[in-house]
């Protein structure tokens, strides 16, 4: 990650520098509450995925930066809107904004990086990455009612659940991508796979997330262990067991997800029936075969600094803790 991340350092910190320009409001809550989710951390991946596509493409211009923190301030966007949502309290290892502020700020606030982002876009004039962003934003959109819907359904298969967070996850992570490629003009081809590479690492990044709230630590992982769990998520590693688990065990699966506070023996329960059946290894073994296919979406470019730094972010995808 550090090794990938090093090709860009000098353009992330303009991007950093950028997230406060951006954030300019005469509303000083706006401010506090975003200033506050941008300064609790993060991998910064999306913003790095758009650097390297742009490095990639032979991008020579400036627009790179202000269209980094844009995928990143709809990013945030997200996130805020998640945890009210999700009723998060924890957020990269420390109180959540809606914890502080309420849901009400939470929400408004992540209204505003939405107006904002594309206030930006629409100055910038790009009609091409206009359209992108757009089209990224409606599609997270479906993605979080498709999970809502999805709550708590033990029949959920595989398949659906692989269109849920290519909706609420990966799309994103493929607009950051193909946007790189819009700026370095790329050819249609050249786009189209630097988007599917996109795609699919988000695809993997979103299944590992998934083993972690499995496996991890609170401190690890920067929010509550089992909170998916909690609130009716069947993420993958549920989903291989209930498709192999028993009668029985499945119904004492769905009793515990009836349960409007998950206690500690019904997480071990589960979590016991998920390593039975093999669901962290089933879960990372497709991750591992999206990033696969993800890296050889860039045999179409020949080797470079960019393209290894690419491979090299996927990889690590795979290994990350949190």
Same mark, same amino acid.
């Given at each position: 990650m550090e090794a990938a991340l090093a090709l860009i350092e000098e353009d992330l910190k303009k991007v950093e520098l950028q997230f406060v320009k951006d954030l300019q409001s005469e509303v000083p @809550?706006?401010? &506090? +509450?975003?200033?506050? +989710?941008? %300064? %609790?951390g993060g991998k910064r991946i999306r913003p790095a995925l758009l650097l390297l596509s742009a490095r990639l493409c032979e991008y020579s211009g400036d627009k790179h930066v202000s269209l980094a923190s844009v995928i990143e301030f709809i990013h945030t966007a997200t996130l805020l809107h998640d945890d009210v949502v999700d009723n998060a309290h924890l957020r990269r290892g420390i109180a959540s904004a809606n914890t502080l502020w309420g849901n009400e700020a939470s929400v408004l606030v992540g209204d505003y990086l939405f107006s904002k982002s594309f206030s930006i876009l629409v100055a910038d004039g790009d009609l091409n990455l206009l359209q992108a962003m757009?089209?990224?934003?409606?599609? /997270?959109?479906e993605g979080e009612v498709l999970q809502l819907i999805s709550m708590s359904d033990l029949d959920i298969t595989e398949e659906r659940y692989i269109e849920v967070i290519k909706s609420k996850t990966a799309i994103l992570l493929a607009t950051?991508?193909?946007s790189g490629a819009i700026l370095g003009k790329a050819s249609p081809e050249r786009e189209a796979a630097l988007q599917n590479f996109g795609l699919e690492l988000g695809i993997a990044f979103q299944l590992i997330d998934d083993t972690l709230d499995y496996v991890s630590s609170?401190?690890?992982?920067? &929010?509550s /262990?089992? *909170?998916?769990?909690?609130?009716? &998520?069947?993420?993958?590693? @549920? /989903? *291989?067991?209930l498709k192999n688990c028993t009668k029985d065990e499945r119904e004492t699966i769905a009793l515990i997800l009836e349960k409007d506070t998950l206690l500690k023996d019904d997480f071990s329960m589960v979590i016991g029936l998920v390593c039975e059946y093999g669901g962290i290894e089933y879960s990372t073994g497709v991750a591992k075969e999206y990033i696969t296919r993800s890296k050889a979406r860039l045999d179409i470019f020949s080797d470079s600094p960019g393209k290894k730094a690419l491979t090299d972010l996927a990889d690590y995808v795979l290994t990350r803790q949190r």
């Open positions: @809550l706006i401010r &506090k +509450v975003a200033e506050y +989710v941008f %300064s %609790s757009s089209n990224a934003t409606t599609v /997270i959109a950051a991508c193909q609170e401190k690890q992982l920067g &929010k /262990i089992g *909170h998916d769990l909690e609130e009716g &998520k069947i993420t993958l590693p @549920l /989903i *291989h067991t």
